[in-house]
DNA sequence: AGAACTTGTGAAAACGTTTTCATTCGGCAC
DNA sequence: GTGCCGAATGAAAACGTTTTCACAAGTTCT
C-alpha cells in the first residue's frame, strides 16, 4: 500500500542502505544517486519520521512552549524561532500553556516523550522556580522570563531598566501619582514591578502596585475598580500589552481621558498601540532578537551540554507617545 | 541510560507485551496493572511516541497549517482546535505559511512524512484550486477557505452575505462612494469581493474594487495611494483584519477624519477594533465555532472516509459602531 | 610491489514500541 | 469427567528506517 524504502531500493536496484545514504548525507556514487532521486520520484515515496527518528535517536525538532498565544509578543516571537529553525532543517512543536502550571507539566512531559533536541519556554513563575537545571531531559532555554539562576540558559529583557525608564518618563512629564498595575504570574512582570519600585523611591514617590492575571478581562476589571477610587492614580504603568488594552478600556469605562485624566505606559509596542488616539506610550521588545538569541543559546547548549549556564539580556526601546505627555 | 519499557517490565516481574496492555488498553488485571503502574513511576519511564507511532501505524496527530499567525483569526481558530484535539487525546502540530505556496507545499510534504492522522488547512487560493481530492494523503478539512467544489470538507463563513451586509449598511448610511479593497491570495477574499459587487450593483451604485497582498503593510500602502487621488472613495470595505487596520493607518497619514472623510468597514473583531476612535464596524467570524466544527467533520471524515463531501457555512455577526455613521 | 587507506556497496542488526500468535488456567455446560 | 470458552499472559514478529559490519575495488604511500 504505501510506499517504503524497500520499494524505493527495488526500483533503484540498489540496497536500502544505499537508498538510505543517497537521501541522508553518506557516500554514494553521482550515479546511483541520481538513480535514487528518480525512483523516489517515480513511486512517489516520503521517507516516515516516525521510523527515522526512533532509528537515528534524533527527532531534528525543538519544543517551543509560550505561555500565551494570543500575546501578539509570543507570537513574534515564535516566528523569529521558527524562521531560524526550519533554516537549521529543524521542525518546532508550538505549544500555548495559558499560564496555567498544569498544563505547562503536561507539555513538559509531551516534549520527553517526543524525545526533542530541545525546547525554548516561557514558563511560569511557578514552574520556573520549581524547575532545577537536573529537573528537564532536554537542553532548554528559557525565554522571556527566567527561573533559578543559573539552572537554564535565558534570553530576558532588562525588565528593570525598562520599567524605570517609564517611570522616569512620567516623573520627567510631571506626574508623581503613579500606579503600577503587573502581571502575576511571570518572573518578568515581577522584575518590571522591582524596577517600578526602584525608580519611584529614587524619585522619591510612593509605590501604587496591584498585581493581576495577565490578560486583557482581568486587568479591564481590576484597574476599572481601581479608577473608581478617589485617590485614584495619575498614571498607570502596565506589565504587558494585554494588561494594556485591559487599562485602555477600563479608562473608557470610566469617562477618563488620556493623557489629560489618566496617563498610560505600558510594554510592548503592538500594532495597535499607535492606533488607539493619542498613542501609547510604551516599551519595544527586540522580538525577532529574543527569538534569534534563543535559538543560538539553544543550539550552542546542544553543541556542547557542559558549558556554564549563560544569560542574554537585551534592552527594550522606549517610544514616547501621547499617552504620557503632559497637559499645559 | 534512557529507561525503555523492558525495563519497566522487568522491574514489575511482566513481560513487555504486559505493560504495553497496561499502558494502553487490554486485558490486564487489576494487580498487575498496579504494579505496572508502581513500576512506571519507580523507573520514571516516557513512552517514546516515534516507537509507538511507528508501530502502532497512528499518529494521533492532527496538523493545522494556517496561513498567518499574526492574524488574531487564525490564532483565534487555532486555539479551539488545539483545545478539540487535547479533549480527543490528539497533539497538534502548528505551521504557518505566511500565505506562501511554497511554505505551503512544504508543509503539507512534512504531514505526509509525519504521517497524520488528519489536517485542517487555510489554503491560498493557488494551492486550494490545485488540490483534487486525491492529491492529499490524508484526511484534510479546508478552514475560511475553500478550493474546488466538491473535493475537501470545509468550513467557511458566508463571505457573500457577510460582505453585502456591511455594503448595505453603508448604504442606508447614505453613502455612495464605497470602495472594496480585498486580499489577493484566497478565495474568502474574493467571495466577500463577489459579495461587494452583487450588493453595489443592486443598490445601483459602481463598484470600486482593488487587491492586495493580505497584510497591514501591503494595505497601508495601496490605500494611502487611492486616498491620495482626488476621486477618493468616501467609505471603504476591508476584507480582513490586517488590511482593516492597513487602512485605518492609510486614513490617519491623508489626515482624513472617520467617519466625517472616510466610513470603514472590515471583517474580524478583533480585541483592537473598538479601542480606535470611533470603532470600527466589522464583521465579526465564530471563531471558536470554526475550529470546533472543523475538527468535528475532520474526526467525522477519518471515522468514514468516503462519505460525501461536506461543507459548513457559518453567518457573521455585524458590529456597528462608529466608523460608518453618517454625520449629519 | 605490497601495505595501508579510502570509497562504495549490501546484509543484517538495531531502534522501542505494539500486535499477533500461542499457551495456560479457571469456570461453565454437557 | 470431558470439552469448550474467555481472560490473562509471554515469546516473538513486525513497524520502516539508519547504522554497523564486512568486503571488494581502487588509490596512495613506502
Redesign the interface.
Known amino acids: 500500500m504505501t510506499v517504503g524504502i524497500r520499494d524505493v531500493a527495488r526500483a533503484a536496484g540498489v540496497s536500502t542502505a544505499t537508498v538510505s545514504r543517497a537521501l541522508g548525507r553518506g557516500p554514494v556514487s553521482d550515479a546511483v544517486r541520481e538513480q535514487v532521486e528518480a525512483a523516489v520520484r517515480a513511486t512517489g515515496y516520503?521517507?516516515?519520521?516516525?521510523?527515522r527518528?526512533?532509528r537515528s535517536k534524533s527527532?531534528q525538532t525543538i519544543g517551543l512552549i509560550v505561555a500565551d498565544?494570543?500575546n501578539?509578543f509570543f507570537?513574534?516571537v515564535?516566528?523569529a524561532v521558527?524562521d531560524a529553525a526550519y533554516a537549521a532543517g529543524m521542525?518546532v512543536?508550538?505549544c500555548?500553556t495559558d499560564e496555567d502550571p498544569a498544563r505547562e507539566a503536561l507539555y513538559l512531559?509531551?516534549m520527553?516523550?517526543?524525545?526533542v533536541t530541545g525546547v525554548i519556554f516561557a514558563p511560569t513563575k511557578a514552574t520556573a522556580d520549581a524547575l532545577t537545571s537536573e529537573s528537564l531531559?532536554f537542553p532548554t532555554v528559557f525565554i522571556d522570563r527566567s527561573g533559578l539562576p543559573g539552572a537554564h540558559d535565558s534570553v530576558v529583557l532588562d525588565n528593570v531598566a525598562a520599567a524605570a525608564a517609564l517611570v522616569d518618563h512620567l516623573a520627567a512629564q510631571g506626574f508623581s501619582r503613579i500606579g503600577g498595575l503587573f502581571g502575576s504570574t511571570s518572573s518578568t512582570a515581577r522584575e518590571r514591578q522591582a524596577g517600578y519600585e526602584a525608580a519611584m523611591s529614587r524619585h522619591r514617590l510612593a509605590p501604587l502596585v496591584r498585581s493581576v492575571a495577565p490578560n486583557?478581562a482581568a486587568a479591564e476589571a481590576e484597574a476599572t475598580r481601581w479608577l473608581g477610587q478617589s485617590d485614584r492614580p495619575e498614571a498607570l504603568i502596565l506589565s504587558n500589552g494585554l494588561i494594556l488594552?485591559g487599562a485602555?478600556?477600563a479608562a473608557?469605562a470610566r469617562g477618563l481621558a488620556v493623557p489629560q485624566d489618566l496617563a498610560l505606559a505600558g510594554f510592548d509596542n503592538e500594532?495597535?498601540t499607535d492606533?488607539?488616539?493619542p498613542g501609547l506610550t510604551v516599551i519595544e521588545q527586540p522580538v525577532a532578537e529574543i527569538g534569534a538569541q534563543a535559538m543560538r543559546l539553544l543550539f550552542e547548549r546542544i553543541e556542547s551540554p557542559d558549558q556554564p549556564v549563560r544569560k542574554v539580556v537585551l534592552s527594550g526601546r522606549a517610544v514616547l507617545r501621547g499617552s504620557t505627555r503632559r497637559q499645559a
Not at 516520503?46 to 521510523?51: G, Q
Not at 520527553?112 to 524525545?115: F, G, L, M, N, P
Open positions: 516520503r521517507p516516515n519520521l516516525s521510523a527518528r526512533l527527532a498565544i494570543r501578539p507570537t513574534a515564535s516566528r521558527e521542525r512543536i508550538l500555548n512531559r509531551l520527553e516523550e517526543e524525545r531531559g486583557a488594552m485602555v478600556r473608557r500594532p495597535w492606533l488607539v488616539e
